[in-house]
């Protein structure tokens, strides 16, 4: 009953920009926490950024500096401003959240991921 889905994928040029976006909809009591992962062919998924309902960030050494994590609570959204791209920064970038229930349990959900492709 909950889906989770991402946009703003593209290619682009070393350099440009993009901005992502993950919008979670349905049966949603509370979102505690937010994320961005990717994974590059043949390498495994990996932390990207992260956001707490506080308002707290936090960052891969990897693209500190260059993206910027960012939500809007009334639309149960998050945002990857990216800039100053990398061909390093190519993969499939992945929105997970963690949402609290009325009842007690927590669940994970995910995204089916959006490519994100960097030339060089």
């Known amino acids: 009953q909950v889906q989770v889905v991402e946009s703003g994928g593209g290619h682009v040029q070393a350099g440009g920009s993009l901005r992502l976006s993950c919008a979670a909809s349905g049966n949603i009591f509370s979102i505690n926490y937010m994320g961005w992962y990717r994974q590059a062919p043949g390498k495994q998924r990996e932390l990207v950024a992260d956001?707490?309902?506080?308002?707290?960030?936090s960052y891969a050494e990897a693209v500190k500096g260059r993206f910027t994590i960012s939500r809007d609570n009334a639309k149960n959204t998050v945002y990857l401003q990216m800039n100053s791209l990398k061909p390093d920064d190519t993969a499939v970038y992945y929105c997970?959240?963690?949402?609290?229930?009325?009842?007690?349990?927590?669940?994970?959900?995910w995204g089916q991921g959006t490519q994100v492709t960097v030339s060089s």
């Open positions: 956001i707490f309902s506080g308002g707290s960030t």
């Open positions: 997970k959240i963690q949402r609290d229930t009325h009842w007690g349990p927590k669940y994970i959900d």
